[in-house]
């Protein structure tokens, strides 16, 4: 009986290793990959309290509290530095104006979820030093039955500008509506704005300081973008920001159809139509009286 010969001696070796390198490469591909373990990966520390238990640190992208939306992520580590994943955290920042204190629009601090970090945003009303007013920071923890607390910290809350780094850029909003109410609107998104069209975001609040409650879905922004530098012209494809229950802020979108400054020209309108601020754009009127600026 004659043998079949499946290869040849000359490409055994060949095939075996093709074989081995195709296997190897397929036990690679089915590793998974490895996700960091630090928590504050890409974040840059504002500042940090301690006492003789505990450790809690505030980050952001930018490592500094800024005027208008400010997000804020949180830290609270043991003596051994572990990162502790079942902390109660409360945050209250206060503006001391000498003849008054007022606090500002924010969120409590929620567990983020799968890592030891938590968040806030808080919308500051004024920049540090601004009508000589001072912020103050009490923040307080628990973990288990420990406790602590850091109060009258003094925090540095920047100025915001426009690229050219010393002209003011409006980014929050305080005012009284014809219901006599007071409001804060604050401009959220776009962080990173490009040409064409982009997600923009706010929050609404009541001020009743020391408290500001978030206003939910009851309200319109009815958005018109202008460029002032080139005839005041708007732009197509925009949407008004309505209340997003998912995500709990209004959303709606912006196209800038070209780099520049432009002015986002707002109506507030509560759910029934009626304008609670702002005013619409004519010839003889270039403005509202509530907008917000980005430039880039």
């Given at each position: 009986?004659?043998?079949?010969?499946?290869?040849?001696?000359g490409v055994y070796a060949?095939?075996?290793?093709?074989?081995?390198?195709?296997?190897?490469?397929?036990?690679?591909?089915?590793?998974?990959?490895?996700?960091?373990?630090?928590?504050?990966?890409?974040?840059?520390?504002?500042?940090?309290?301690?006492?003789?238990?505990?450790?809690?640190?505030?980050?952001?992208?930018?490592?500094?509290?800024?005027?208008?939306?400010?997000?804020?992520?949180?830290?609270?580590?043991?003596?051994?530095?572990?990162?502790?994943?079942?902390?109660?955290?409360?945050?209250?920042?206060?503006?001391?104006?000498?003849?008054?204190?007022?606090?500002?629009?924010?969120?409590?601090?929620?567990?983020?979820?799968?890592?030891?970090?938590?968040?806030?945003?808080?919308?500051?009303?004024?920049?540090?030093?601004?009508?000589?007013?001072?912020?103050?920071?009490?923040?307080?923890?628990?973990?288990?039955?420990?406790?602590?607390?850091?109060?009258?910290?003094?925090?540095?809350?920047?100025n915001a500008f426009r690229?050219?780094?010393?002209?003011?850029?409006?980014?929050?909003?305080?005012?009284?509506?014809?219901?006599?109410?007071?409001?804060?609107?604050?401009?959220?998104?776009?962080?990173?704005p490009k040409v064409g069209?982009?997600?923009?975001?706010?929050?609404?609040?009541?001020?009743?300081?020391?408290?500001?409650?978030?206003?939910?879905?009851?309200?319109?922004?009815?958005?018109?973008?202008?460029?002032?530098?080139?005839?005041?012209?708007?732009?197509?494809?925009?949407?008004?920001?309505?209340?997003?229950?998912?995500?709990?802020?209004?959303?709606?979108?912006?196209?800038?159809?070209?780099?520049?400054?432009?002015?986002?020209?707002?109506?507030?309108?509560?759910?029934?139509?009626?304008?609670?601020?702002?005013?619409?754009?004519?010839?003889?009127?270039?403005?509202?009286?509530?907008?917000?600026?980005?430039?880039?």
């Amino acid at each position: 009986m004659k043998t079949i010969q499946l290869f040849d001696k000359g490409v055994y070796a060949p095939v075996i290793f093709l074989l081995l390198a195709l296997f190897i490469s397929c036990e690679k591909d089915s590793e998974p990959e490895k996700q960091s373990t630090d928590p504050v990966e890409g974040l840059k520390k504002i500042h940090e309290f301690a006492d003789d238990s505990h450790t809690v640190a505030a980050w952001n992208e930018t490592g500094e509290f800024r005027l208008g939306y400010t997000k804020v992520y949180f830290t609270v580590q043991d003596k051994d530095g572990k990162y502790i994943d079942s902390a109660e955290l409360n945050a209250f920042p206060e503006m001391d104006m000498g003849m008054m204190k007022h606090s500002t629009p924010r969120s409590e601090i929620t567990k983020v979820e799968g890592k030891p970090l938590y968040e806030a945003y808080y919308n500051f009303l004024m920049y540090s030093g601004q009508g000589n007013g001072v912020w103050y920071y009490d923040l307080s923890y628990t973990v288990g039955n420990a406790a602590g607390s850091f109060d009258d910290v003094v925090i540095d809350v920047k100025n915001a500008f426009r690229p050219d780094g010393t002209t003011p850029v409006t980014i929050i909003k305080t005012f009284v509506g014809t219901d006599e109410k007071r409001y804060v609107v604050t401009l959220v998104e776009p962080l990173h704005p490009k040409v064409g069209v982009n997600d923009i975001t706010a929050y609404i609040h009541e001020s009743k300081s020391p408290e500001y409650p978030a206003l939910e879905g009851s309200f319109t922004l009815k958005l018109d973008p202008r460029m002032p530098s080139m005839e005041n012209h708007s732009s197509p494809n925009n949407v008004d920001l309505t209340w997003n229950a998912a995500e709990k802020i209004y959303r709606g979108k912006v196209n800038f159809s070209m780099t520049g400054y432009w002015k986002l020209n707002l109506i507030l309108q509560d759910d029934s139509g009626n304008i609670i601020y702002g005013n619409a754009i004519t010839d003889g009127i270039e403005a509202s009286s509530l907008f917000f600026e980005v430039e880039f």
